[in-house]
């Protein structure tokens, strides 16, 4: 089932362009914030029910607005995932550390990324 709202929290004009295009055709609704500040504000309207959350943000970084989603009792139940160029030895035990989900590493595979998204969205509301 698509339909579910996912925000994409990423500063790159074409990461951005390319995660939610290929999200929308598989019938996502898409929100985008290209930083922290913008981010906090668009889950504060609105509720998404996941973010994926580019880690190298200007401003605050990703880690930090996942700190501070995932203290706030009103958003801490998102399923935040870390999408992030840093693939380095360590990086996906921080990412889970300051709060996200799951991690998934730049450059996506854009055949099985949908898929990913599907199971993530899947466990987070397994079907009744």
Do not use: W
């Not at 970084?61 to 009792?73: F, S």
């Amino acid at each position: 089932m698509a339909g579910e709202t996912i925000l994409v929290v990423e500063d790159n004009p074409m990461n951005m362009e390319l995660v939610s295009d290929i999200l929308e055709a598989h019938g996502y609704q898409i929100m985008q914030a290209i930083n922290g500040n913008d981010a906090i504000s668009l889950v504060q309207e609105k509720t998404p029910d996941l973010i994926l959350m580019d880690i190298q943000l200007p401003g605050l970084d990703g880690l930090t607005v996942t700190g501070i989603i995932k203290d706030n009792p009103d958003t801490r139940g998102i399923l935040i995932i870390a999408l992030t160029a840093r693939a380095m030895q360590g990086d996906e035990e921080k990412a889970r550390m300051a709060g996200c989900d799951g991690y998934i590493s730049k450059p996506i595979n854009t055949r099985t990324f949908p898929t990913t998204v599907r199971n993530l969205l899947d466990e987070k509301d397994p079907p009744a």
